[in-house]
Nanobody, 124 residues
């Protein structure tokens, strides 16, 4: 059974940084693209970033490009999201997701496995 567990969320000030982690189990980690998504109150869940199984290919939403960095450690079955220069608009629940079927897809429907989410709140 695939399990994804996010951690690292919390409260940050604008222009500050946070690093999210997502630990995976129950899968051959390097066979999966891992993605980060977020959902703000009253809004639809949206794509943030994705990384291929080898880590050699990454894809970002325009809203976070240049501020966020996705990375992974396959030996630890963990994917990270380093978030710099945070803005109040980055406030959301952040979800980790995994798919063996698509490489770096931004489409929610392509990800069959999801974590429970971690709250990120950015104050101005």
């Amino acid at each position: 059974q695939v399990q994804l567990v996010e951690s690292g969320g919390g409260l940050a000030q604008a222009e500050g940084s946070l690093r999210l982690s997502c630990a995976a189990s129950g899968l051959t980690f390097s066979d999966y693209t891992l993605g980060w998504f977020r959902q703000a109150p009253g809004q639809e869940r949206e794509f943030v970033a994705a990384i291929s199984g080898s880590g050699g290919s990454k894809y970002y939403a325009d809203s976070v490009k240049g501020r966020f960095t996705i990375s992974r450690e396959n030996a630890k079955n963990t994917v990270y999201l380093l978030m710099n220069t945070l803005k109040p608009d980055d406030t959301a629940v952040y979800y980790c997701a995994a798919t063996p079927y698509y490489s770096n897809s931004p489409a929610l429907i392509h990800y069959p496995y999801w974590g429970q989410g971690t709250q990120v709140t950015v104050s101005s």
